[in-house]
């Protein structure tokens, strides 16, 4: 690991070695962006070899020569420094070009030193070029302001860059972490819901609106692509070592959820379901896959839970959840997602798209594949509330409803009417607005592989 | 402590600062940053309490900053005062 000091007595080192290579041209400087303290880690050299072979490359399509080349690497990173017959300004633009272009490019830091200019040497900025500075790892904001003012979490600075290096694409990555908030707000704004916060209602719950979830989904996004990334990253890794990642995003997550909401726990369940199934679609699109992305997501998801489900029958927490455990059996969240998350892919999903081809109605396709959720899920969140009459109660209600097939406008009738009957009761069916949130996502993964293996093909 | 000579600490790399110093009659001290619209007052803050700190009450002092957090700026604004005082820095005591 790299101290303070030795970061900053090895870049007035370079320094000195860049003027003493000043005599040789113009100096070409690379090193690699890792905000970490380990900046000699095999992501960062291997990152640097990519950059060298680029920078040679380069030289060589440009007909320039290349003299005084030198490595060097210790505990503040790897770096490479070369003096180029060139301009530096031409140089620059080309090494710009080169950062915005190179997959791996956003982690290097390709520096053009000129001068020297009152004994120090000159370093070519993208200002000097009239062009907009760095963006963010993380956010569109400028590079630099972010890092001064420490805007993001080291988490997410890390899940960032280990996804760039592993090859995944920042787009990818925030449209994969933006489709799991546009579950959530799916789910949220579905109305009417007996017992849930919908857009006329609060349900059984006194501290939340839907305002308050919407401002809760936002908070996750970048977290949720974060679950991407290192999904991404450690898709070859073993299951501990990526699970144990995931934990710390996932508590993160959740004191940024709580800090959002005022200390309402609006989205544990669902951070847990959709993180998980992003963490595991993450790992497979490493791996190229496209045709049966949602089944082979599932397996790599139920992989990965598998291993929480143990722990957590050996040693149950404080959770709802372990007390429906205890005395009825039910592994709820867990259990879900350690089984694929099957509930929502057997039952929610085909109740999804079948009824959508029935009706072409999302929302109503939405409505019937939260009454089939209902009807068939052991929801914790019931049992917390209500005991094991409470789950019994909204299971016949929703089986009954289902069994009376109702178009689009009855089905609205239906929800509506049981509201009072669910806050009576202070029932919350939670966990099937969260297997609700899960099928959708699933869709959209199976639309996102589709398209990817039709553009392969 | 008294600048003496013309002294410089860090660099110009991202994240850094290029601090120099010169004897002069009166402190005067001028920043340029690349984040200047967002930290711009920070900094110079930071600048000028590191200087108290070292109880400089002279010298030009010109800083050239590349988004360096805080703790950047400090340890470059002593290591160029030390130098500048022909005192030896130690980077790890700082």
């Known amino acids: 690991m790299a101290s303070c000091a030795d970061v900053l007595d090895r870049r007035e080192e370079r320094r000195d070695e860049q003027v003493a290579l000043l005599g040789s041209g113009v100096v070409v400087s690379v090193t690699v962006v890792s905000p970490g303290a380990d900046k000699d880690d095999a992501v960062a050299r291997s990152v640097c070899a990519a950059a060298v072979e680029a920078v040679r490359g380069l030289v060589g399509r440009r007909g320039w020569r290349l003299a005084a080349e030198r490595s060097a690497s210790g505990v503040t990173g790897p770096e490479w420094l070369a003096a180029v017959d060139a301009s530096g300004m031409e140089v620059k633009a080309a090494l710009v070009a080169l950062e915005e272009s190179e997959p791996l490019g956003r982690l290097w830091d390709l520096d053009v030193v000129v001068g020297p200019v009152a004994g120090q040497p000159v370093v070519l ?6 062009l907009e500075p760095r963006r963010c790892l993380v ?19 890390d899940a960032a860059r280990a996804g760039l290096a592993a090859g995944a694409s920042r787009e990818a990555a925030e449209a994969a972490g933006g489709l799991a908030v546009d579950a959530l707000l799916m789910e949220a704004r579905l109305t009417p819901k007996p017992g849930l916060v919908d857009a006329v209602s609060s349900g059984s719950h006194s501290d939340m609106d839907l305002v308050l979830l919407e ?40 004191a940024e959820m709580l800090a959002a909401t005022g200390g309402v726990n609006t989205h544990k369940g669902a951070l847990f379901a959709l993180g998980l199934l992003l963490a595991a679609w993450g790992g497979e699109a490493a791996g190229q896959a496209s045709e049966g992305l949602v089944e082979r997501a599932r397996t790599r998801a139920a992989r990965l839970a598998s291993g929480w489900l143990e722990d957590w029958r050996r040693r149950p927490d404080a959770s709802h959840g372990a007390s429906a455990l205890r005395e009825l059996g039910l592994t709820g969240a867990r259990g879900e997602a350690s089984g694929g998350f099957e509930t929502a892919a057997t039952v929610g999903l085909p109740a999804y798209r079948s009824r959508l081809a029935e009706t072409g109605d999302a929302d109503d396709a939405a409505r019937w594949a939260l009454m089939a959720l209902m009807a068939a899920n052991d929801d914790t969140n019931l049992v917390a509330r209500g005991g094991a009459e409470g789950l019994a109660y909204v299971r016949g209600w929703a089986r009954g409803v289902v069994e009376g097939r109702p178009g689009p406008d009855a089905l609205v009738a239906d929800l509506a009417d049981a509201e009072a009957a669910f806050v009576a009761r202070r029932l919350s069916p939670g966990g099937s607005a969260d297997l609700l949130a899960v099928t959708w996502l699933l869709d959209r993964v199976d639309a996102v592989g589709l398209a990817a293996g039709l553009g392969a093909g | ?11 110009l790399e991202s994240s850094d600062a290029l601090v120099r110093v010169s004897p002069a009659e009166e402190l005067r001290i ?30 030009l002092i010109s800083v050239q900053d590349k988004g360096a957090l805080d703790f950047v700026i400090r340890a470059r604004v002593q290591g160029a005062v030390l130098r500048g005082a022909q005192a030896r820095p130690d980077w790890r005591k700082l």
């Open chain 1, 125 to 130: 900025s993208r200002r000097d070029l009239g």
């Open chain 2, 1 to 11: 402590m008294r600048i003496e000579v013309d002294a410089v600490a860090g660099t």
């Open chain 1, 139 to 157: 956010c569109d904001l400028d590079a630099a302001g972010c890092a001064r003012s420490r805007r993001h979490s080291p988490l997410l600075v």
């Open chain 1, 215 to 254: 401002r809760s989904a936002e908070a996750l996004l970048p977290w949720f692509v974060a679950c991407w990334q290192t999904g991404w990253a450690w898709s070859g890794a073993d299951a501990a070592t990526l699970r144990s990642r995931l934990v710390d995003i996932g508590l993160a997550a959740e």
């Open chain 2, 30 to 59: 001028e920043v340029t940053s690349t984040v200047e619209a967002q930290f711009g007052a920070e900094i110079r803050r930071t600048v000028a309490e590191q200087l108290d700190r070292l109880g400089v009450t002279e010298g």
